[in-house]
């Protein structure tokens, strides 16, 4: 631009479009990256999370409980039930490994199996 504010020819004009565009793509890139790293920072958590539910209560509580206990049709479908959800709830941090171990359990694939949404009220009640 000139001092007054007008563009003075064609090839000032797409260098100046130029230069926007590029102020805009790199706002946007820098906005997109840092959703990146936030969806990264709650994955992140998520995962050590699940692996710390894993290694301190299922593994030193609930496995060895159910040792005690009868080793019912119950105990087993509960403790695959809680594999499987573990499987689903990894997925997206660990996926070749989880969806290996969930075909091998279900004979079906992760992406392919219903969520089932269990709805905390109504068990609190059963219990």
């Known amino acids: ?59 030193n509580e609930y496995l060895e409980l159910s040792k005690i206990a009868l080793w019912d049709t119950n105990t087993k479908n509960t403790i695959l039930f809680v594999y499987q959800q573990l499987l689903i709830m990894l997925h997206p941090a660990i996926p070749f490994i989880t969806e290996h171990i969930y075909q091998r359990l279900t004979h079906q694939k992760i992406l392919q199996t219903e969520i089932e949404i269990i709805d905390i009220k109504d068990q609190k009640q059963e219990l």
Do not use: H
Not at 8 to 23: A, C, H, R, Y
Not at 38 to 50: D, P, W
């Open 1 to 59: 631009k000139l001092k007054n504010g007008e563009i003075k020819d064609s090839n000032q004009l797409v260098s100046v479009e130029i230069k926007i565009k590029q102020n805009i793509y790199q706002k946007e890139a820098t906005k997109k990256i840092a959703d990146l790293t936030s969806q990264k920072k709650e994955i992140n958590f998520a995962t050590s999370q699940l692996i710390k539910f894993v290694r301190e209560k299922l593994s």
